[in-house]
């Protein structure tokens, strides 16, 4: 009996690790480091791939939003993707995280939209990958620019933006402009140029200081060591004169928009008057802030990112 009672908790236990050892299977992926150009500066990419797969594959890019790193926020969602057996490349922009370029922490709209072209030159020329099955993913910033290549690109299938950028926030632009303009002063006369904090508590001076972003940037930059918390003054000139509403209404291909109707940094409203005459488009909402989107919602999100893009490449 007493025999019989340890073979079945062997016999048990076998099943269970065999299950065990199945699920994580699933879950094994490798992350390969790849570096092209854009604008003639190197930039380095992670691109995850699920391991073991056979034939051409769909692939997303991604990037990060203003002033992040491919480490924040994105591997969540890449992950998520990888059990669709879809991969995912997730850039750093010039002048950011692993990337060359010069002057470090400095935003340039022209030299992210090349990141993401040469992007797709890279999974093009990549004969794993299905070059008619590629999409794009972006959030706040990225998921602005995401909506121009998308409109600039046909080799874009597919497109889920979340926060999208459209325009800068009116309320920001008072504030920071004395700022701006003095800076842009200074350079032209040969002085170095300034900088200001990405994400600041409510009341202090910095780029984005209200929707949670200063307990945001706190838990999603603790696995980003490449993270620095500042932008180049000069990257908000480029800012001010950044609008992605009229590349939005020429979006052919299907895109879903993730929206935070609480937003103060990138508001729904003026993400809905962009999109309102694209076709079929999908709008997924949620009662929240920008940055608390994520907190709260996350993993609604992941799973929303993951099954669009399984549907529609």
Known sequence: MQIDSFHKLDHDLFYSLK???????????MIEKIHVMANGVKIVGDLYLPEGNQGKIPAVIMAPGFGGVKE???????????????????????????????????????????????ALDYLVSDTRFDSNRLGIWGSSL??????????????????????????????????????????????????KGG???IAGRPGEM??????????????????????????????????????????????????KVILAIEDTITPAKLVKKAIEKIPNVAIEEYQETHFELFREHLNSTV??????FSETL
């Not at 999603?220 to 003054?233: C, G, K, Q």
């Open 19 to 29: 299950e065990e050892l199945i699920r994580l299977r699933s879950c094994w992926y």
């Open 72 to 118: 924040m926020l994105i591997p969540y969602y890449a992950k998520a993707l990888l059990k669709k057996n879809i991969a995912t490349l997730a850039i750093d922009y010039p002048n950011f995280g692993e990337s060359e370029g010069k002057p470090r922490q400095h935003i340039d709209i022209k030299s992210h939209h090349a990141s993401y072209y040469s």
């Open 142 to 191: 990225s998921g602005g620019h995401s909506l121009v290549v998308a409109a600039t690109d046909n080799r874009v299938k597919s497109i889920l933006a979340i926060i999208p950028y459209i325009s800068p926030p009116l309320q920001a632009v008072p504030a920071l402009a004395g700022k701006v303009f003095l800076d842009l002063f200074l350079r032209k006369i040969g002085f």
């Open 195 to 197: 900088v200001l904090p």
């Open 206 to 255: 910095a780029a984005m200081n209200t929707d949670g972003a200063w307990e945001w940037m706190q838990e999603m930059t603790s696995e980003s060591p490449n993270f620095e918390n500042y932008v180049t003054l000069a990257s908000l000139l480029q800012m001010t004169f950044y609008r992605t509403s009229s590349y939005a209404k020429k979006i052919k291909r299907p895109l």
């Open 303 to 308: 799973e929303s990112t993951a099954l669009w």
